[in-house]
């Protein structure tokens, strides 16, 4: 009941504070409860009229409110009246004390005359609702024999997604960007591992074909050209006859030296007297696989820069 009369009391004189006059009165603070639970959040309001050429400060957040805390300050515009002027704040304050009955009391800070003075109002009481009524006896006994229950973990999904669609973005950024130049230098590591292997190959049939001399050799070497010019041109070599390859390559003479001396070699059965010319041809062929494998190169390469 005292807070009730004492919040129509403030509400009374701040609405109509013109009708009181200044006569050193002290502040006037106090809570608009009578108790109030752990943690929860409970106002104080805080009042003082004052002769208008006092100049009142009210206390903000660095202020100690021990045994509560400060949670939030709302100020209300100071109405003057002549020689009378009323200032007045709302404190959100919260508290984590034990102690049954807890006080407070909020100064006024008075600057006048280049000095300051402090004035508290009179010291307001609220009360702690007390949550458990009984206490168990043995406490420590109970808290040892606790056993903690296992919590299964639980996947952060919306984490997890929010990564996924970020990266999905990131990833659709640089293929945006860089979309051609990646492209470009994957042909030309394909390109690259590609001649690497068939060089290998092809001087593999070169050396038994030094050894044996023999036909089945040379045809396999004729084949595994055939097959990596079609890789690496697009078009079915392999597919073509001899005269067809000559026309494709626009007469070019080592193809054309190369597969006249094979054919010589093979349907001509003129191999035995003419082994030299076979692995000259050999080594015709050989080189005109470089040669088109760094014109392909080339070109890939004019696309990265030129893009």
């Known amino acids: 009941m005292r807070k009730i009369i004492l919040s129509f009391f403030w ?124 206490t168990p006896q043995n406490v420590a006994s109970l808290k040892s024999a606790t056993k903690l229950m296992d919590v299964r973990k639980r996947f952060n999904y919306p984490y997890v997604l929010l990564g996924l669609g970020l990266l999905l973005i990131l990833l659709l950024v640089i293929w945006g960007l860089f979309s051609r130049r990646i492209v470009a230098n994957f042909k030309l590591y394909k390109l690259k591992n590609d001649h690497k292997a068939f060089v290998s190959r092809f001087n593999a049939h070169i050396e038994r074909f030094n050894r044996s001399q023999s036909l089945q050799n040379i045809e396999k070497a004729i084949t595994l050209w055939k097959n990596y010019l079609t890789r690496l041109e697009g078009s079915a070599i392999n597919s073509f006859t001899t005269k067809e390859i000559t026309q494709f390559y626009g007469e070019d003479e080592d193809v054309a030296t190369a597969l006249r001396l094979f054919d010589k070699a093979i349907y001509g059965n003129m191999l035995s007297d003419q082994s030299s010319e076979t692995i000259v041809a050999f080594y015709l062929l050989h080189h005109f696989a470089d040669r088109r494998y760094e014109f392909i190169k080339d070109q890939t390469l004019h696309v990265v820069v030129s893009r």
């Open 11 to 134: 509400l009374f004189t701040f609405i109509f504070p013109f009708a009181v006059k200044a006569s050193g009165k002290l502040p006037i603070g106090f809570f608009k409860r009578d108790s109030l639970k752990i943690g929860q959040i409970i106002p104080y309001t805080l009042y003082y009229q004052h002769p208008s050429n006092e100049e009142v400060i009210f206390p903000d957040s660095a202020f100690s409110f021990a045994p509560f805390e400060f949670v939030s300050k709302t100020f209300f515009p100071t109405r003057s009246s002549g020689e009378v002027s009323t200032d007045s704040a709302i404190y959100m304050l919260r508290t984590f004390d034990l102690s049954a009955v807890q006080h407070l009391q909020i100064p006024v800070i008075v600057w006048q005359n280049g000095a300051s003075q402090q004035i508290k109002p009179a010291s307001d009481s609220i009360f702690l609702q007390e949550m458990v009524k009984v």
